[in-house]
């Protein structure tokens, strides 16, 4: 786009025409990329915070793509949501992920608790439980060894989610809010919905130094262990924030800090590591 005046953008259509078909592109290629095996899954480790033993991971995915290469998620899910095709690639993510975790399980890692981010798509569908369901039973996993991250989207329609979370939580998966925080209704969902695991949104980790933030984290943690939640921080780079962290009694911790994101090869060395250890 290219400035005009003060506060007025004039869009070139070649520039609208350019992501306009990159979008296109993207859309009709997702639609090929399972069936490509396109798609690879990397796992992130996450940990305690007071003893620094592994707790699990978070399932994140990646699309390597032949002539566009790697493209980032937050470019295609949005697509994906879009376009519905989340609902399809979440069950191929859900599939492979818990596949994989079970066969971690059996190999006699430590039993590592599996997180997947779920689309609110994917989450309001009305087949989802029911999906979550059979791939447990296919693939053999302990259901508390599964974690679905949803976001506080899915406060548009309470009663509905509460009926699905109550029904996850019957049959034993865990579930977290992701982001947390960063929408509107953070401490009504605190309050009214039944979930395990609140996921401190990174932007907050980002200023912990700022005493603002701090407390801000202070009062959240406090909230969530009174209410009997696993707390988890997330995008924690910094050996400080780490500190502060520890100070506050925050129970989990996932970041740059710790590790980045690894391949399922990756992330096998790191569980040979630990069981070594
Ligand atoms: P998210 O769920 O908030 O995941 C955390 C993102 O932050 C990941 O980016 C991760 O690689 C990155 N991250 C972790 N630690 C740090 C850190 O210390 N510093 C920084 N700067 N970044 C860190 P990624 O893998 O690019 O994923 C981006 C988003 O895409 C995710 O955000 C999630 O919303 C979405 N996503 C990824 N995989 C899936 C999936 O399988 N299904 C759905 N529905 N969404 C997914
Ligand atoms: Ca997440
Ligand atoms: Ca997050
Ligand atoms: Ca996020």
């Known amino acids: 786009a290219k400035e005009k005046g003060r506060n007025n953008y004039e869009f070139h259509d070649s520039d609208v025409n350019k992501v306009m078909s990159r979008n296109l592109y993207i859309e009709n290629e997702l639609r090929k990329a399972i069936e490509r095996k396109q798609f690879s899954l990397y796992y992130q480790p996450i940990f305690h915070i007071d003893s620094g033993e ?18 980032s998620p937050t470019e295609f899910i949005p697509i994906a949501e879009d376009t519905g095709q989340i609902v399809s690639i979440g069950t191929w993510v859900t599939e492979q992920a818990c596949k994989q975790t079970k066969v971690w ?24 439980v029911h999906t979550i369901k059979t791939i447990i039973e296919q693939t053999g996993l302990d259901p508390p060894f599964l974690k679905l991250e949803i976001t506080e989207s899915i406060m548009k329609n309470v009663t ?19 982001d947390f925080g960063t929408g509107y209704s953070s401490l009504y969902i605190l309050k009214k919905m039944p979930i395990d695991t609140i ?9 912990l130094e700022e005493h ?22 997330e995008g924690v780079e910094k050996y400080c924030q780490l500190e502060t962290l ?3 009694n925050c ?19 790191l569980l040979i590591r630990t069981k070594i250890r």
């Open 54 to 71: 592994l707790f699990g991971m978070e399932a994140l995915l990646r699309w390597n793509h032949p002539s566009l290469g790697s493209v």
């Open 105 to 128: 399980h059996e190999m006699g890692f430590p039993t590592t608790v599996l997180s997947i981010n779920v689309s609110p798509l994917q989450f309001e569908h009305r087949n989802f």
């Open 160 to 178: 509905t989610s509460t009926n699905v979370l109550n029904e996850l939580r019957e049959y034993g998966v865990k579930t977290a809010i992701d």
């Open 199 to 207: 996921k401190i949104d990174k932007s907050f980790i980002d200023d």
């Open 212 to 233: 603002t933030s701090e407390s801000m984290v202070k009062a959240i943690i406090e909230m969530g262990l009174n209410l009997n939640l696993t707390i988890v921080a």
């Open 246 to 248: 520890k100070k506050l």
């Open 251 to 269: 129970t989990l911790g996932q970041g740059y800090y710790f590790q980045k994101p690894v391949s399922g090869k990756g992330f096998e060395q």
